[in-house]
């Protein structure tokens, strides 16, 4: 078996000291002629030589990476969060560790456990299912930054803070303006903060429209497309002429579900989904959604950890970013 | 600002030497009472001491660490795979990286160098557009286990090996089964070699069968939902009865683009995908596909790159899984 190239290998083939090769891979070369920068510099091309972080890490004390736990990498809404963290890791001169805890719980304090062993520079957590205690107790006690999306666990020092109140404001208004009175919602039965105050929005514009939103009228489901495709019959039981489902997941699988209950959407029924996954686009109908900058948020969320990360003095950073509707083809005017 | 908590500090406040502490916390604590022993335990879950893994790692030469590079994490084909490789990561005591690099080739190099930069332990590539030269130059010059997937890099030592012609010769099978003759495809320009057996598969068993597939007949696109969608008109302008799609995402935008044509699935086009990934159950109509075991993939692929960083010496290593049809709602009988 060959082994790791070595910085040793590389002197040696160079026919210089390691010191020499040292300085000149990490740009301090200048002392040495150009003869010998350019021999060491092919030679690193040509036998493969890759530093060694590790080794580096110990000494920088700093590995440059940050760890990213979301609850699920099968929601688009993730993989569309995680391209934005990507992207700003990159600019930054970051590495991104992504780990999808599959909405389990000890999965989490495992992945996070490690990335800690790992010595991650900080954290991004869009993990609903982590608790303050689990925070206070590995995070703060470690003195790592993090950062907080979506979350129950209380604030973090800096924040990207989408405004979900009025996002449920839109949604309301949006129902309302097709006529709809008669409203069901689909949502989890321990919604984190975020959904809680989605619903809040929600419940509040529906109230100034003297429309009343009884406990009953919500459906306790998952956040996935099962989720929403099982809670057809719960939602087909309160006779509404519109649904807001609490994400775009859920929405999908109720669209599936009230399609095989012979219901049409947005003729019979108008659906209403929440985040704007790509998926919205191709379904048939098009489903009409609340838009959350979730790219942005990765980009956001990842440039305050990194700033956080190189200054930990600085005072808080808050970043506010804007829903919008999107209009499609799953609400349509009340018959 | 706090700051990690170190082992120093947990000696102390246990009133006992780093090395007892460190002896303790590393099973090897025999020697020492039963009341220190207990005291270290508490006290490091109490303060929140995570042991630095960096330190350890470079003593132990070994991070425990592998590295997943995918082409895109928004397809859930890869959500899926990941699922896999997650949870025979967990079983093995391993982490996996992971890495989406959105078919970008220059990305891929980077995330590449920094994984090896990091001296992760082994690599599981289901990257298309790494070449050749890249595993040349950087994983064998490296001496670096890893396992590709879907590749043109030519084979690893170790393979997981899904039947893409028996694959390709199911579509067919089914295809003609239904009486369909004249047949499109759909994907991309310049297919990885996966994509090449699976099409064979497919055209043999259509000239058993005595049907030519003309190379007009196939419509090249990107493999998304984007490029399915964009492929909509040069699919109709060949006037198929049935289309395969090469994978899931592009059967998908297909579906949606001969919606917006007035085209109905099955009724007028038959449409046939691959790889069925959990969405084809929501669309409407149900998307019927050729199943791949892709969780299954993620867990062998792990189960053999984790085999061979403990035993570089063992004999190559080959899991064989199979692949077969679900037949569900965008296949019908031609008329």
Do not use: C, W
Not at 78 to 89: C, D, K, L
Not at 246 to 263: C, S, Y
Not at 289 to 298: C, E, F, L, N, Y
Not at 303 to 332: M, Y
């Amino acid at each position: 078996m060959t082994r790791k190239v070595t910085i040793r290998d590389l002197a040696e083939a160079a026919g210089v000291s390691v010191t020499t090769v040292s300085q000149i891979l990490n740009g301090k070369g200048e002392r040495f002629s150009l003869d010998t920068r350019r021999r060491v510099h092919q030679l690193q091309e040509e036998m493969g030589y890759v530093p060694d972080f590790n080794a580096r890490n110990l000494i920088m004390k700093s590995a440059q990476t940050i760890g990213v736990l979301v609850p699920n990498l099968g929601n688009p809404f993730f993989s569309m969060f995680i391209r934005g963290v990507q992207e700003t890791s990159r600019e930054r001169h970051f590495i991104p560790l992504i780990f999808g805890a599959n909405h389990d719980e000890q999965l989490e304090s495992y992945y996070l456990e490690e990335l800690i062993k790992r010595a991650v520079d900080g954290l991004i957590i869009a993990s609903a299912s982590i608790t303050a205690e689990a925070i206070d107790n590995i995070l703060k006690k470690n003195g790592i930054p993090y950062l907080l999306i979506d979350q129950n666990g209380g604030p973090s020092v800096d924040r990207v803070r989408i405004n979900d109140e009025q996002g449920g404001q839109l949604a309301a208004d949006h129902l309302v303006a097709l006529g709809h009175q008669k409203i069901a919602v689909v949502m989890p039965d321990e919604p984190t903060q975020n959904l809680q105050i989605r619903l809040a929005g929600f419940k509040q514009r529906l109230a100034e429209h003297h429309i009343d939103l009884a406990d009953s009228a919500v459906t306790h489901s998952e956040m996935t497309k099962l989720g929403g495709y099982q809670a057809t019959k719960a939602v087909l039981a309160q006779h509404p002429t519109a649904v807001f489902a609490i994400n775009d997941e859920t929405a999908l699988g109720l669209m599936r579900g009230l399609h095989e209950q012979g219901v049409s959407v947005p003729q019979d029924i108008s659906v209403l989904g929440y985040d704007d996954i790509d998926l919205d686009e191709y379904v048939v109908p098009k489903l009409t959604t609340i838009h959350q900058p979730v790219v942005t948020m990765g980009q956001q969320a990842t440039g305050l950890l990194i700033n956080r990360i190189q200054d930990q003095r600085q005072a808080a950073q808050l970043v506010d970013l804007p829903v919008d509707l999107r209009e499609r083809e799953s609400t349509a005017p009340l018959k």
